[in-house]
C-alpha cells in the first residue's frame, strides 16, 4: 500500500506505507540525506528514523532550520554526557535539553567541574564522535522504562518515569553504552557532529525548584562544520566586549546595587541616554495622535483579579496592605488604562483612541534570572493602548507596524516577526482568540510582513506579534510586541455608544517598541558598542584644550555649543594632548574639537571624529551647524 506526502513547495508523491523521513531524503538526494537531521511531519518535529504511515505533509530539517540546529545540539548533549558517564562512573544525569543556542545537561557529581574538566569531556566527546556508535531509538512500558531507569540506579530517570502516566509507552535513545529517556529527535549519525565546544559550568537545581538538590551544568554548542564554531566563537568574544553591563560601569551610565538586585540605579548620563530615548518617543507618538497618561504604582486587589492577573499572573506580583485593604504593585499598566477609559462616555466618533504611558512596572523575576538592565525587577514599559472598533483593527495594527519599523529603522536594527497564539493558560471563549489571530494574520498579509507562527505563546488576554530585532553582531532580541485584547473590555464592562445610540463593546491593542526603556537601553548599548549616535550620546562633544593658555577660548566655544543644546564638557588639565585624546577614545565622545594656538589665533576647532581617524579644521559655526544638522537628523 501506498502513502502520498506533500513537500513545501505543492509537490505530492509516492511513497511505499512505513518509509521512514531519512529514506525519502535518500530517494531526493543523496546529498540531502546527508544532510537532513530531523524532519516535521504533518507539522510536528519528528525523528527521521519513525515509519511513515499515513499520507501527510513533510518538511526535511538540515541545520539552516530552527528545529534542525536543536536535534543536532540535543544529539551533541547526550554525547557528553556518555562522556561524563565514561569518566565519572558514579555520576547521575538529569536532563539535557538542546536551548536556542547550544545545549545543557546537568549532573548530580560528588566532584565538582572545573574548566580542566571540560577539557577532559570534550577530549572525550572526540573519542566518541571518532567511534560513531549507531543511535538507537526504542520505546518501552512505563513499568519497564521504571525497572530500567531503577536497575541503573538512576535516581532521576526514576523521578520522572515515576511522573508518566501508566500505560504510557516511554521513548528511549541509546549510543553504545549510554541511554537516556528522551523524545528526540536526534541526528542520524553523532560522525555528523564535527566541531564542538564546552562553555561553561553552572549551578541548577533539579527541576529549577530551590528545595531540590543543586546539580552541576555543564553547557555547550556544536556545529557541522569548524567555520560555524570558530565564527562563534567569535561572536561571543566580540559580545563580551559589547557586554552592557561592563560599558554601562564604565561609560557611567548605570549600575545594579546590593542594596537593590534587580532594581537599578541609572546616574546622570545613563539619564541623559534615557530621556533622549523618551523624548523621542514621546514626539513621535504625539505625531500620530497618541495622548499620554500617567497610571498609579498600587491598585486595589480586586482590580488584578477583574483583569485576570491574579490568576494568571500572581507568582510574578508583589504584594502590600494598606488600612486593611490588599494591594497588588503594577506588574502591567492594562488594568490602569481600562479604569481612564471608563471614566467618561464615550463615542464612536472617539474612536480610534490612543492612549500612551510610559508606565513604571514591578514583577517579580528569580534572582538567578537576573541579568543587568535585559531582566530586571523594576522597569518602565513604553506601553500604548488604542480602544477601537471591529473595523479599525487592520489600520490600527498597520499604523503601529510602521511605527515600529520607523523605530528600529532609525537604531539600524533588522527584525524578524512571530506570531504568538492561544497559550494553555488564557481567559475567553476559543472562538474570539480564533477571530483575534485572524485579525493579526490579516494586518501581517496586509503589511507585506513575513511570519512564523510561535504555538501558544500568546499573553493569557490575547494572540500577539512579536519584533526580534538583529542586532550588529547577529543576535536577536524581542522588544515590541503587539497583543489584541478581546477579553480585558468585557472584564471590564468598556463600552462606546455607536452610531444607533446603543453600547458598543471596543477591542483593545495592547502594544510596545522598545518594550521596556531600561532594557531597551541595554540593547543599544550592546548593538552600538557603548558609541552611541550623536543625538544618543550623554556627552556629544569633548573640548581638549592643547595648553592652559587657550582654556578661556575652549570655555568660549563650550558656551555657544550648549546655548544649541549641544552637551559639552571641556578637558582643560594640565596633560598631555595625546593623553586627553586617548581618554575621550575610550570614553567613545562622538566628537574631540581640539584647541591649540592656531585655532585660538583663526576661531576655529580641529576635528577628531570617533568614526575616522581624519580631521579637518572648521570655523567654529560650521563645526556647530555642523553638529547641530546631525543631532537634527539623528544620523547613524
Known sequence: MSIKITFPDGAVREFENGITSLEVASSISKNLAKQVLAAEVDGVVTDIRIPIEKDCTLKLLTFDDEAGKKAFWHTTS????????????????????????????????????????????????????????????????????????????????????????????????????????????????????????????????????????MLQRIYGISFPKQELLDEYIHIQEEAKK????????????????????????????????????????????????????????????????????????????????????????????????????????????????????????HRHEKSGALHGLMRVRCFTQDDAHIFMT????????????????????????????????????????????????????????????DYVINEGDGAFYGPKIDFHLNDAIGRTWQCGTIQLDFQLPERFDASYIGPDGEKHRPIVIHRVVFGSIERFIGILTEHFAGAFPLWLNPVQVKILSVNEEYNAYCHEIADMLKELKIRVEVDDRNEKLGYKIREAQLAKIPYMFVVGAKEAQERTVTIRSRKTEEQKNLPIEEAAAMLVEEIKTKAM
Not at 108 to 128: G, R, V, Y
Open 242 to 361: 559589547r557586554d552592557h553591563r561592563k560599558l554601562g560601569k564604565e561609560l557611567d551610565l548605570f549600575s545594579i546595587m546590593e542594596e537593590g538586585p534587580g532594581f537599578p540605579f541609572f546616574h546622570p548620563k545613563g539619564m541623559i541616554l534615557r530621556n533622549e530615548l523618551e523624548n523621542f518617543w514621546r514626539e513621535e507618538h504625539q505625531k500620530r495622535g497618541y495622548d499620554e497618561v500617567k497610571t498609579p504604582m498600587i491598585l486595589d486587589s480586586e482590580l488584578w483579579k477583574r483583569s485576570g492577573h491574579w490568576d494568571n499572573y500572581h507568582e510574578n506580583m508583589y504584594f502590600t496592605t494598606i488600612d486593611d485593604r490588599d494591594f497588588a504593585i503594577k506588574p502591567m499598566n492594562c488594568p490602569g488604562g481600562m479604569l481612564l477609559f471608563n471614566r467618561k462616555v464615550v463615542s464612536y466618533k472617539d474612536l480610534p483612541m490612543r492612549v500612551g504611558e510610559l508606565g513604571n512596572v
Open 78 to 213: 547526550h554525547v557528553m554526557a556518555q562522556a561524563v558517564k565514561r569518566l565519572y562512573p558514579t555520576v547521575k544525569v538529569a536532563i539535557g535539553p538542546a536551548i536556542d543556542n547550544g545545549f545543557y545537561y546537568d549532573f548530580d557529581c560528588e566532584e565538582a567541574f572545573t574548566p580542566e574538566s571540560l577539557t577532559k569531556i570534550e577530549k572525550e566527546m572526540k573519542k566518541i564522535i571518532g567511534e560513531n556508535p549507531k543511535i538507537i531509538r526504542y520505546e518501552l512500558s512505563r513499568e519497564d522504562s521504571l525497572k530500567k531507569a531503577q536497575d541503573a540506579n538512576e535516581i532521576y530517570k526514576v523521578e520522572l518515569c515515576e511522573a508518566i502516566e501508566e500505560g504510557e509507552a516511554i521513548s528511549f535513545y541509546e549510543q553504545g553504552e549510554f541511554w537516556d529517556l528522551c523524545a528526540g529527535p536526534h541526528i542520524p549519525a553523532v560522525s555528523m557532529i564535527k566541531s564542538f565546544k564546552l562553555l561553561s559550568i553552572a549551578g541548577a537545581y533539579w527541576r529549577g525548584d530551590e528545595k531540590n538538590k
Open 390 to 449: 471591529k473595523d479599525q483593527i487592520k489600520d490600527e495594527i498597520l499604523g503601529v507596524i510602521q511605527l515600529a519599523d520607523y523605530f528600529y529603522s532609525l537604531f539600524g536594527f533588522s527584525y524578524h516577526v512571530e506570531l504568538s497564539t492561544m497559550p494553555e493558560k488564557h481567559i475567553g471563549e476559543e472562538a474570539e482568540w480564533e477571530e483575534a489571530t485572524n485579525k493579526l494574520i490579516e494586518a501581517l498579509n496586509a503589511a507585506g510582513k
